[in-house]
């Protein structure tokens, strides 16, 4: 009802302004030049057919009217034009951060409101970056390795000119001539060539940067319709070639072959699949530049045809970034990425609205739409909202899937099974640029939206300036990044290629096979060759749905061969409380660390045992929900509880807990492991439900170059086989093996099928 | 839509099946002693309105529907009725458990659709229990202070009974006079004996294990109308009278003073405000058979009057415990506590009916009963689903509330101060029976249903066999119901009380004042003198609301006087991540435990130092909000940072966090904080808004005998001061202080005013 008044209100102001359309420049003095206004983003056939639709779309009128609270409640506040000086955090970086988001907004709410008062208050804000900018020496901040002038780094001035150049374009008509030339030239132009030309080992690379930086020339150079910045934005600057052996502050190559501009940041980031090679976080974070650089160019330039460059990668990557959030939303934390950031984030808002209308309006899009619960403010999410409330609306599905990595789609990948609420997610990627993590053949388990396997993510309280100005802090890279900080194996106490970016960078792991055609087995193995010379990785999870379990229940099996002997130690990062471990381990009455580095420094050993059986049991509680996993092992294994948390003196790390199954002095093996999730507790009725484990016995029951196998027996005294082939990456290939005098025959990668 | 189908298959079929409503037992052949039944919690005047209401009062009709799906799914796969043997957690535990429960239901699932399936499984059930429970020896698990014959401990035997009595009140027409003699004389009777008369040490006492055993006996004495058992169940087993010094397996004494039945239940533990002595998770426990013995006596005896015992504190109670919840409806966890219980637990849904329909109609019931989705299946449950069916539902509102604690409220008690979405809640109150923890003047925080400070509760996992087979865990003596374990001062290592129960039940803090008048300002103050004998120990809490603050703060002052120098402890048990602190301190590189004893030697000091100005500032983030304390120091208290885990090798401790205070060799002292939530962080726009602390400095500026005088001074350089009255526990005397050369005046307990 409230809503309802004030939409009236709106309509009611709308038509009131609408009146003065043109009070400050008659329609006839308009030049050709003006005619093209807007034209980066909203359109003037746009705007009319907004215009006209104003006060009957729900979703859009509501995304407009808490647009048009939070500028007038800024207009209200007075224009803030701080001398920068601060970090992210600090006052001056947030206040210039909310001056261009404010520009942005007040530009829209120009054209579509057609009120004055947001036209001169753009223009007003800008004049003053005008006479500020002339002066501004660099940022007085020296951390970054190419600093800005109005924030610390020029990644922010980026941030600043992309959203600042939408501003430009809808008061464009509005400025004189007079007025547009001295902010071309005295703001405008420079600040593009502050970021560009003067910073190349910010521009000229490909890196989320870089992206930004291009499509902050690029965008500013369609409104001012400037050939140079546009052809710069697109194919970097002309004749700079970077010394290919230099780095950037987080340890990244900043150019190791050459390439720069929008249309390489296209090509060599995203794989065919849209998989972004430095993982979902920032892929989130570049999505924005890449989509709405893209909107722009589609409507400025477009015999370009950007949305259909490289086969239609840029929106073949929104649905791969879809796919890429747990069943709440939210993002999978591979490589550097900060957990909780979701769909619900601003950036796919844009991701969702262009997907829709510059796609095949997939009817899914509308329901995450409808979760954002807002649009954006131009054609695409006029679409957008028109399609909720037509009804259009599907649920968004997401069902197991794989995605390449690599330029070419041929350096590994990630791989998603789903079935029913579990969730798995096996990282075979590439290195993942300077954001990545030295975590090959790597996973994390979700149930529901829940974590129940974490991957740490990254070491570092974006924007919060308490914690080292919310910048990266060091334990992103004694931790964060290390092997021993993630479920895969850690060989000799070291991680993958020796943590060295530049090994890294040069590696990948190999899919063997993805199979998700049967829906009661999802199932994908992957190779690392490269990760420890002289040692062969396979891991193959599959997340199988039995009948005589209550929930699909996840197969983990390892398979190491190595030239040498070697200790291997595999961790899991369960979430929740343990329950019951059926081994004897001693509980130190001290802590120490559980190494001295790689990682190792960062961890306490809390418990340290030996198995008496073949078959460890280890479960806990989270959320609610009971958890076994069980693995096969020997007394040879020491059988670890650590917590992360020591040599951490600012409290920079979460004291999360580990289960680390060592396996010492050995050259082949195989780790067999399966991850129950069963029954439920409820702290309201006291109730606990099927708390136990529905596994009797897990065995290795066949080992050889070309095939492993494992039996599951069940409670009930059911046993079931799982049978891999190690060598075949087809799927309709023959297979017979001999297990314990029974022939087993099949068809494909996997055997799945009653001893 | 669904819904309303099923509801109309349910009205077809309960007209259905009324048509062969006496088809066992012509209706001229009722006795008058069966004439009298339903008449325990049904009555017979109750179930014919229910049954013309049905399909018309949609939260009732959804109730029973919820019920008959689950009955008849017990009745589809067939009773299980194994030899007892388990503990809690186990299958023969749970499954008597599960029995009871459905015999209940069944029962009223027979009146309400008169469909004889449910009273002949109800029948049927009885009988088997009959034809075992006649050579059952007591259950084999040897643990309990008093074993039962179906369940490990009388308590459980004792749960059953509440129920199956219901059950057999709703069959007892159905049943043949020879089919009741033979459950009457092999069953109930001995049943009956053998948790009261053969099991004094349970039942002969006050304590809320006798309720369940007080009510167990009279409900059956009510269906059976046996007059003797009836008064066993009221005034205790005549003649018998226990050893006053012996202990039960929770330390707490047997019977201290003689007191037995279920009117010294209701007498000794309910303090005139209904505070239950053992805090809100054993009131939940305990109200359930308070409440149904209580409505069975108002049917059955109404001359008893029993909803009007001590001025009606059984209804009282009901309040007391709806505003021990915090704004999710959890229960504060004070004593032995188990986190999560909150008032969506089913006796609550029979607290609310009963207290709504034997009250006074209190329109905030009715939206807790909405939230509570669900009603109980009897007179009060359909006068509460027709109130929320005519809309007369109005908002619970929880406010500040003092609660008194003792018989005649006369020992100490709990204060909860509410502002805005901050509830602070202080325990003064007695020890609290043998559930009780050495915890005088302690506290807890919350901010809109999320921990800030946390109590830790009880070191138990209830009912999950995994831990000690759902039972209290060691842990929880040699933690949680240590001092060091809460927020509140330990003198010199040790507990209060030297954390005996024989010294600890005999004390009690004293409230000095609680005033809620004013909105801006909720405070309250209480003394302690007997937890250390010659050491003093004042608290006030105040909760401000102050305009140049966002949110209300918490202000904290302990003032100790003591006849000797001591070592003071003074711990935050803060939830969530550290982000700054404002002192440098030491952090190990190997683990220790804080100290031997009394709870240190299960925490790991994790870091310590000292203040080099006069404030210890240290903040952290909690669920997207920043939290800081500012606490008044010097360089001579050591400031420790410490992390509970340590000697804890089952792992049934939480790896949770605190800041101690430390002051050594002290004789007298103040500690002087404050407690501010501000600002917010976003993990989706990684936006941090406020994210410090508004407080510029804090200073004890005056105390002697009298008056204890703080000074706040906020970053806009406003000074508030907060003056205490140390010996004024009223509220209109006039005082007059000077501090520095200017004069206070005021009248009452406090002033807080401009500097």
Redesign the interface.
């Known amino acids: 009802m409230k809503n309802t008044i004030k939409l009236i209100t709106l309509v009611a102001l709308i038509s009131f302004v609408s009146c003065k359309q043109t009070d400050s420049k008659p329609a006839e003095n308009i030049t050709s030049e003006e005619s093209n206004h807007p034209s980066l983003i909203l359109t003037k056939q746009g705007v009319k057919e907004i215009r006209a639709q104003l006060g009957t779309v729900p979703l859009f009128d509501k995304s407009l009217e808490v647009t048009k609270a939070e500028v007038d409640a800024e207009i209200e506040s007075g224009i803030q034009m701080p001398i920068p000086k601060d970090y992210s955090?600090g006052y001056t970086h947030?206040r210039h951060k909310k001056n261009f988001i404010m520009l942005q907004k007040a530009g829209v709410l120009y054209q579509i409101l057609d009120d004055e008062k947001y036209a001169n208050y753009v223009k007003d804000m800008l004049m003053q970056y005008e006479e500020m900018y002339k002066t501004l020496p660099l940022h007085p901040k020296t951390r970054s390795y190419a600093r800005g002038k109005l924030f610390w780094q020029c990644l922010n001035d980026a941030n600043w000119l992309v959203y600042v150049s939408q501003a430009y374009d809808c008061i464009y008509n509005f400025l004189t001539e007079e007025e547009r030339n001295k902010l071309e030239t005295n703001l405008f132009k420079p600040f593009a060539d502050h970021i560009s030309v003067d910073s190349p080992q910010f521009y000229q690379r490909v890196h989320n940067h870089s992206t930004w930086g291009n499509a902050a020339v690029g965008m500013i150079g369609l409104v001012m319709n400037d050939q140079e910045l546009i052809d710069r934005a697109l194919y970097g600057i002309k004749g700079v070639n970077l010394d290919r052996e230099a780095k950037d502050d987080d340890g990244g190559f900043l150019n190791k072959d050459g390439k720069a501009g929008f249309l390489a940041n296209i090509e060599e980031p995203f794989s065919p699949d849209g998989y972004y090679n430095e993982g979902p976080y920032y892929q989130r974070y570049a999505m924005y530049p890449f989509l709405i650089f893209a909107e722009g160019l589609h409507n400025v330039k477009p015999e370009l045809k950007i949305f259909e460059y490289k086969e239609g990668v840029l929106l073949k990557s929104i649905n791969a970034l879809l796919n890429l959030s747990d069943a709440d939303g939210d993002f999978f934390p591979l490589n550097d990425g900060?957990?909780?950031?979701?769909y619900?984030?601003?950036a796919l808002v844009t991701a969702v609205d262009i997907s829709y209308y510059f796609g095949e309006q997939d009817p899914g899009l509308l329901t995450i739409a409808k979760e954002q619960d807002r649009v954006l403010l131009d054609d695409s999410g006029l679409a957008v909202a028109l399609g909720v409330k037509n009804g259009k609306a599907k649920p968004f599905e997401k069902k197991s899937i794989n995605l390449s990595d690599g330029p070419e789609g041929k350096q590994g990948g990630v791989g998603i099974l789903r079935n029913e609420d579990i969730e798995l997610v096996f990282k075979y990627a590439a290195q993942g640029s300077s954001h990545g993590h030295y975590d090959k053949l790597s996973f994390s388990l979700y149930e529901d939206g829940d974590e129940v396997m974490q991957d740490y993510g990254l070491a570092r309280?974006?924007?919060?300036?308490?914690?080292g100005g919310?910048n990266y802090l060091k334990e992103n890279k004694t931790w964060a990044k290390q092997t021993i900080a993630h479920n895969t194996i850690t060989q000799n106490e070291t991680s993958h290629f020796e943590g060295k970016y530049s090994i890294g960078s040069k590696n990948h792991s190999d899919l063997l096979f993805f199979d998700s055609k049967n829906p009661e087995i999802q199932i994908a193995s992957a190779k690392e060759t490269n990760a420890y010379p002289g040692t062969e990785m396979q891991r193959t999870f599959a997340v199988i749905k039995d009948e005589n379990f209550e929930k699909p229940f996840v197969v983990d099996i390892i398979s190491v061969t190595s030239k040498a002997k070697n200790q291997y130690d595999l961790p899991y990062y369960y979430m929740g409380?343990?329950?019951?471990a059926n081994f004897k381990?001693e509980?130190p009455?001290?802590?120490?660390?559980l190494g001295k580095n790689n990682g190792y420094q960062h961890l306490?050993e809390?418990?340290i045992g030996q198995s008496n059986s073949d078959n460890v049991k280890f479960?806990w509680?989270n959320k609610n929900k009971f958890y076994t996993l069980t693995t096969v092992s020997s007394a040879k294994d020491d059988l670890i509880?650590a917590?992360i948390?020591?040599?951490?003196?600012?409290?920079n790390l979460?004291?999360d807990?580990t289960f680390i199954v060592r396996r010492k002095n050995t050259q082949n093996t195989i780790f067999a492991s399966v991850i129950e999730s069963h029954g439920s507790?409820s702290?309201?009725?006291?109730?606990?439900v099927n708390?136990?484990s529905n596994i009797a016995n897990l065995k290795v029951i066949h080992s050889d170059e070309n095939y492993i196998a494992i039996s599951i027996e069940d409670l009930k005294g059911t046993t079931k086989i799982l049978i891999l082939s190690n060598n075949d990456s087809s799927n309709n290939k023959e297979h017979k093996l001999e297990i314990n005098k029974k022939t087993y025959q099949w068809i494909g990668h996997y055997n799945y099928t009653n001893y």
């Open positions: 955090g947030e900060q957990k909780g950031m979701s619900y984030n601003s309280f974006v924007n919060i300036e308490q914690k919310g409380q343990v329950l019951q381990y509980s009455s001290v802590l120490k660390t306490w809390e418990g479960s509680l509880f917590r948390g020591a040599n951490d003196p600012e409290f979460r004291r807990a507790y702290f309201v009725s006291e109730l606990a708390s136990k």
